[in-house]
């Protein structure tokens, strides 16, 4: 009997799970066996993929309250772009790596369902992410600098990574500034003295990490430390659950960890 075969309890949020095959599709379905507020209702992967209880996007999509998407940007956002199109299901998107079209189309497909988005699911993270913007602000740009960096495993694909470039803006946003006007991503040769106010990133990618960054603020006679580290794939499923608990029903719009975890206000 397949997952689509039972009948989830009355107030039971039901999930679609992409990319079920891979590392964050099993670590939802282990968190969501675990749930009794919500349950995989279906399960699918890339076109063709096949595997016990997976079956096609579409299919799988029928009848759901929410989707969560941890997969890559394209899928993300024909995901986002169907679900638009068909009036549902809400979704919770994981991935990271977008383009800035690739996030206004996102954006758009907001505009019709509710779409939760989030580059790290982490209450720690998020967390952070309130300290930095905190510490940036009551710190100045010309005494401190701000570096941001982040170590991930060897098959991740992205740099830096979407926590990296959220805490980099957290950092951006208390210096009441633009993180592009200020981002410093890439050094090599003689790059010549750091500029002022620059917010720095540094990427390391090797072996098993699963999720290391810090965010640096280094002034000329003492240096702080702002540090998360993550050490099992499971506190990022437990966070995209919550938010997947979370949306259904909602208005359509654009959210993210923020507003789930009640931090907006």
Do not use: C
């Amino acid at each position: 009997m397949s997952q689509n075969d039972l009948a989830p309890q009355k107030g039971t949020v039901t999930i679609a799970l992409a990319g079920a095959l891979g590392r964050m599709g099993q670590a939802l379905a282990k968190t969501l066996a675990g749930r009794s507020d919500a349950v995989v209702f279906s399960r699918f992967d890339r076109p063709g993929a096949t595997g016990e209880g997976i079956v096609e996007r579409d299919q799988a999509l029928k009848g759901v309250d929410v989707a969560i998407d941890f997969t890559i940007p394209e899928a993300s956002v024909a995901l986002a772009e169907y679900a638009a199109a068909h009036g549902g299901p809400a979704l919770v998107i994981g991935s990271t790596g977008f383009t800035d079209d690739q996030n206004a189309r996102i954006a758009a497909a907001a505009t019709k369902v509710a779409i939760v988005k989030s580059g790290n699911y982490s209450l720690g993270v998020n967390m952070l992410m309130g300290l930095v913007r905190q510490t940036a602000a009551a710190l100045p740009a010309s005494d401190w600098d701000v570096e941001v960096y982040e170590a991930h495993h060897k098959r991740k694909v992205d740099a830096p990574s979407g926590t990296a470039l959220m805490l980099g803006q957290a950092a951006a946003d208390g210096r009441g500034v633009g993180l592009g006007q200020v981002a410093d991503r890439g050094r090599d040769g003689m790059t010549g003295p750091r500029k002022e106010g620059a917010i720095g990133f540094s990427v390391v990618r090797g072996g098993g990490i699963i999720g290391e960054h810090s965010v640096i603020f280094a002034g000329e006679e003492e240096v702080l430390t702002l540090s998360h580290s993550a050490t099992d794939r499971g506190l990022f499923a437990r966070g995209a659950v919550a938010a997947a608990v979370w949306v259904k029903g909602k208005p359509p719009g654009l959210y993210d960890m923020q507003d789930v975890l009640g931090f907006q206000n």
